[in-house]
């Protein structure tokens, strides 16, 4: 257990609203991830954290910001919500003293409808 | 970009049979880690292989990282229902990013 919590777990909301995601940890970990998971995709990286206020874009982050001001939390904000990206969202945290084991939160059931 | 290319996407076999998951990438990665994923849950870890041609085992599933370590593979020997979940493969592309391959769904029927 990384001690990670995802808030909140599920959320249905309307096209064009603001949304955030907050992922919290425990655990002290430098390195924090968001990715979405749709089917046929597996896991897209959308934005990572390598530090407090040091981040940078995955793959899919279009349309997606991310804030870091603390070690413990990482923000997930989709400025206006479109119906592509109703997904499923983990955080996960890098655990490099684990030999850099990804372990994920619970995930995030956003509906945008 | 790199990218993780697994196949098959879908597997469903009976019990008992064996199967063989690939993990390819036209990139090196410096490790790549296996893992599976059960419905409503994120996923956890099976295995991390870090040297070219590596093989590890644990218990029924055998895990194997090529020469070039451009890719990977999972078999599965005489698979059981409880073997049935999303499988992916993982590696660190650059120095921070984590990226996943495109997973395959194993049903394992009993």
């Known amino acids: 257990d990384a001690g990670i919590t995802q808030s909140p777990r599920h959320k249905v909301t309307e096209t064009g609203t603001p949304v955030t995601l907050r992922c919290h940890q425990t655990?002290?970990?430098?390195?924090m991830y968001w990715y979405r998971q749709d089917p046929g995709h597996g896991l897209r990286l959308i934005h990572y954290s390598y530090g407090v206020k040091d981040t940078d874009k995955g793959e899919v982050s279009d349309g997606y910001s991310v804030s870091r001001s603390k070690t413990e939390d990482f923000l997930l904000t989709l400025e206006s919500a479109t119906s592509s990206q109703t997904s499923v969202y983990f955080c996960?945290?890098?655990?490099?003293?684990?030999?850099?084991?990804?372990?994920f939160g619970e995930g995030s059931w956003l509906t945008v409808v | 970009t790199q990218l993780l290319e697994q196949s098959p996407q879908f597997l469903s076999i009976q019990e008992g049979e064996n199967l063989t998951v690939y993990c390819n990438s036209s990139s090196v990665f410096s490790s790549l880690q296996w893992y599976r994923q059960e419905p409503g849950e994120g996923p956890v870890l099976l295995v991390t292989?870090?040297?070219?041609?590596e093989v590890k085992k644990l218990k029924r599933l055998t895990f194997q990282f090529g020469d070039a370590r451009k890719d990977s593979s999972l078999h599965i020997t005489a698979a059981q229902p409880g073997d049935t979940g999303l499988y992916l493969c993982?590696?660190?592309?650059?120095?921070?990013?984590?990226?996943f391959g495109t997973g395959t769904r194993l049903k394992v029927l009993a």
């Open positions: 292989v870090v040297t070219g041609g």
């Open positions: 996960a945290v890098r655990d490099i003293g684990s030999g850099n084991t990804i372990y």
């Open positions: 655990e002290n970990h430098r390195y």
């Open positions: 993982a590696g660190i592309s650059g120095t921070y990013k984590y990226i």
